[in-house]
Nanobody, 118 residues
Framework: VQFVESGGGMVQPGGSLNVSCEGRGFVFARYEMSWVRQAPGKGPEWVSGIRTDSGRKYYSESVKGRFTISRDNKKSMLYLEMNNLKPEDTALYYC????????????RGQGTQVTVSS
């Protein structure tokens, strides 16, 4: 099982970024998926989850209304669209199997860095 995250970068507060994750080595379409982030000196924080058929999507209170999760099972890809970014969104963003705070651990990818700063 492997995840390859990409698309991070630096943006000013209020800006937008899209991050992506490719799942490899397993049948992606069979698993609920999540985005998880980890800020320096803190533990992993669940951000958003999605069911296998995209029928249900879940968000933490801190990102609800600003972030949108989606997936493409044919491409084994997971996406996170992030709008109205805030400095507290700065973190390494990872994808993981599972659709809620009980996501699979340990985190397997290298993560993609999102930095929100003026």
């Amino acid at each position: 099982v492997q995840f390859v995250e990409s698309g991070g970068g630096m943006v000013q507060p209020g800006g937008s970024l899209n991050v992506s994750c490719e799942g490899r080595g397993f049948v992606f379409a069979r698993y609920e998926m999540s985005w998880v982030r980890q800020a320096p000196g803190k533990g992993p924080e669940w951000v958003s989850g999605i069911r296998t058929d995209s029928g249900r999507k879940y968000y933490s209170e801190s990102v609800k209304g600003r972030f949108t999760i989606s997936r493409d099972n044919k491409k084994s890809m997971l996406y996170l669209e992030m709008n109205n970014l805030k400095p507290e969104d700065t973190a390494l963003y990872y994808c993981a199997r599972g659709s809620d705070s009980n996501f699979e651990k340990p985190l397997r990818g290298q993560g993609t860095q999102v930095t929100v700063s003026s």
